[in-house]
């Protein structure tokens, strides 16, 4: 049985954005070693509808996953083969969210440690 170790659901990586996140505060801070001012952009009351989720950027894709959404019909075959990551970045610069549950989850990458950790 493989056991996953504990990980950080780190911001902006594909996991992050197949958990379908939605924008609900966003701002500018100006000046902020001398005079800060803080400029709400966006505000998302907690009564509000929340808005949709964010689309991905296209660059956290993988050749294999770019494949994945081929074969769910995302994208033609002929906009996909012989193109490279780059070119396919620059064709669709974000994947819909919609999208994203057509995406398999990637491998953990789990160390192990050679020696047992001990706190000095």
């Known amino acids: ?31 902020v070693d001398s005079a800060p001012e803080i400029l709400i952009e ?6 509000q509808e929340r808005p949709r989720p964010l689309d991905m950027p296209s660059c956290l894709l993988k050749k294999k996953e770019w494949e994945a959404l081929v074969e ?11 193109k490279t990551l780059s070119q396919l970045q620059k064709m669709l610069g974000f994947i819909p969210a919609e999208w994203l549950d057509d995406i398999k989850l990637r491998d953990i990458v789990s160390v192990t440690q050679k020696k047992k950790y001990e706190r000095k």
């Open 42 to 47: 966006q505000y998302i009351e907690p009564e």
């Open 72 to 82: 769910k019909k995302h994208i033609k075959r002929s906009d996909f083969t012989g």
């Open 1 to 31: 049985m493989k056991k996953a170790n504990p990980m950080n659901l780190h911001p902006f990586g594909i996991q992050f954005y197949k958990c379908h996140p939605v924008l609900t505060f966003s701002c500018i801070i100006k000046n």
